[in-house]
């Protein structure tokens, strides 16, 4: 392999903030962010959702709003209509 054209390959300290839950995954990602974990000081990326939290993986139900960006409009400023 040619030097000095492939990314650092590290150990990166992944946190699902939704579940509280930390991952040391191997990764080339950039993060200018660290945090120490388990003694040692890690890149930190932090992440809305995993498999901690995901639904999919978790087996949870979340409930989903159906309706519409139409609908949330006009029931949010219905009071406000005028009437002719």
Do not use: C, W
């Not at 030097?3 to 993060?31: C, M, Q, W």
């Not at 959702?49 to 709003?65: C, L, W």
Request: glycine share 4%; net charge positive; no cysteine.
């Amino acid at each position: 392999m040619r030097p000095n054209i492939h990314p650092e390959y590290r150990e990166v300290l992944f946190h699902d903030t939704n579940a509280d839950a930390y991952f040391l995954i191997g990764s080339t990602l950039k993060t200018a962010q660290t945090k120490e974990y388990e003694g040692n000081i890690y890149p930190y990326v932090s992440l809305d959702i995993s498999s901690a939290s995901h639904p999919f993986y978790t087996g949870e139900q979340r409930q989903v709003n159906n309706e519409g960006r139409i609908a949330n409009f006009n029931k949010r400023f219905q009071r406000f209509k005028r009437s002719h």
